[in-house]
């Protein structure tokens, strides 16, 4: 959802001809480890699909690409990639771009954190630190397509989705 809502970041770039070309659809490439080396089948339309669906067609694509049983149409292309490395105790990493894309998301654990709360002054019982699980996300773009200031709009619609998972209902 929040690359349909900051189109920019759902692009590819052509560096010989130095076109920039913003994807009407969300195709969103998913790196997968196989025997063979790593690969990124692709779920399309993903703004159009729930989350149940996505993660069925994740599973889906994974178990074939470690059985070498992609079809080349469900790995070429796409248009940003996701990296989760979290999945395997890595608590934060950064992603290399999968060119032409003009990004990659990189993906860590959750771990829990101690989250301060504020001192509000005259209160005798101050309000406890909580313990929160936090996730690390990484955006990795290409500044030609991506600048600093799209990257953070991006990153935080990214948060909002992720802070407010009922706004992902279809």
Request: aromatic letters at 6%; hydrophobic letters at 40%; a neutral charge.
């Amino acid at each position: 959802m929040a690359l349909r809502d900051v189109q920019q970041v759902n692009s590819t770039y052509n560096a010989k001809s130095g076109e920039l070309s913003v994807s009407s659809t969300v195709d969103i490439s998913v790196a997968v480890a196989t025997p063979t080396g790593l690969i990124t089948p692709i779920v399309t339309e993903a703004d159009k699909r729930g989350l149940s669906n996505i993660s069925d067609c994740v599973k889906d694509l994974a178990t074939r690409a470690r059985d070498g049983k992609l079809k080349p149409e469900e790995y070429q292309g796409g248009t940003f990639t996701i990296s989760n490395l979290g999945m395997f105790g890595i608590d934060e990493f950064s992603a290399v771009i999968n060119p032409p894309q003009a990004a990659i998301l990189a993906v860590g654990g959750g771990k829990p954190k101690i989250i301060p709360t504020p001192y509000v002054d005259g209160v005798e019982n101050q309000e406890k630190p909580q313990v929160k699980t936090i996730m690390t996300a990484k955006l990795s773009a290409d500044r030609r397509v991506v600048d600093e200031a799209t990257a953070a709009v991006f990153m935080n619609a990214f948060q909002r989705y992720l802070g407010q998972p009922h706004l992902l209902s279809l």
